[in-house]
């Protein structure tokens, strides 16, 4: 069974720019959520989505932005780029975001010159 | 707000040794903690969830205990082996239906051969 997939691996942005991140969750897992982590701040939560809708959403500001499709596959969206987005971005997924165990992938490790 | 704290923040100790992780948080009504390790560069692993009304759970040679009313959890590791070098994050739910976790800060484990 095939485990939570994160792309890209990597990405090497610019200020100003936006970029899309993608996420497949475990099959027959309906729950994604995203997470941001920096040595800094740690791991924080950026928004959860079931069933194609935007179910929690932490303290980000709406340059960051996600969807999710039919298929539970999910995408993050990031514009206008800051220095301060380098960080590792990991998804997470679920049966049905009901508290049971995370799976997460192996993220993608977003640096911003 | 919640908040999670792990003490050490590192820790050495020679192969073959048992020893605990610690993990305390400031708000008692969790519905359920999870255990993860992380590699360098790379995603959480899930070790252990506990529910709320559960006081431990084992895996191998990993055992996860909970005391909600005094808001700490650790992890007892067996025996420990080099492969068990990582960084080690605990992670609290709120409640049913919230897939925010409010993650530690990690313990950085080394094993020493």
């Known amino acids: 069974k095939a485990g939570v997939t994160q792309t890209p691996r990597y990405l090497i942005k610019t200020r100003g720019q936006q970029v899309t991140l993608s996420c497949s969750p475990i099959s027959g897992h309906r729950s994604v959520s995203w997470y941001q982590q920096t040595p800094g701040q740690g791991l924080q939560f950026l928004f959860e989505?079931?069933?194609?809708?935007?179910?929690n959403k932490g303290n980000f500001p709406g340059r960051f932005s996600g969807r999710q499709f039919s298929n539970s596959r999910s995408e993050m969206n990031v514009s206008t780029l800051e220095l301060g987005d380098s960080a590792l971005y990991l998804c997470?997924?679920?049966?049905?975001?009901?508290?049971?165990?995370?799976?997460f992938g192996s993220g993608t490790q977003l640096s911003v010159l | 707000k919640q908040e999670v704290t792990q003490i050490p923040a590192a820790l050495s100790v020679p192969e073959g040794e048992n020893l605990v992780l610690n993990c305390s948080f400031t708000?008692?009504?969790?519905?359920?903690l999870q255990w993860f390790r992380q590699d360098p560069g790379k995603g959480l692993t899930s070790l252990l969830l506990?529910?709320?009304?559960?006081r431990e759970q084992t895996s191998g040679r990993l055992n996860a205990s909970l005391d909600k009313s005094s808001g700490r959890s650790t992890l007892y590791i067996a025996a420990s082996q080099p492969g068990d070098s990582a960084t080690y994050l605990c992670?609290?739910?709120?409640?049913?239906?919230?897939?925010?976790?409010?993650f530690g800060t990690g313990t950085r484990l080394t094993i020493i051969p």
């Open positions: 997470a997924s679920s049966l049905t975001g009901g508290g049971e165990k995370l799976f």
């Open positions: 506990i529910q709320s009304s559960q």
């Open positions: 992670a609290v739910r709120q409640r049913w239906g919230n897939e925010k976790l409010t």
């Open positions: 989505y079931f069933s194609e809708t935007q179910r």
């Open positions: 708000d008692s009504a969790i519905y359920n």
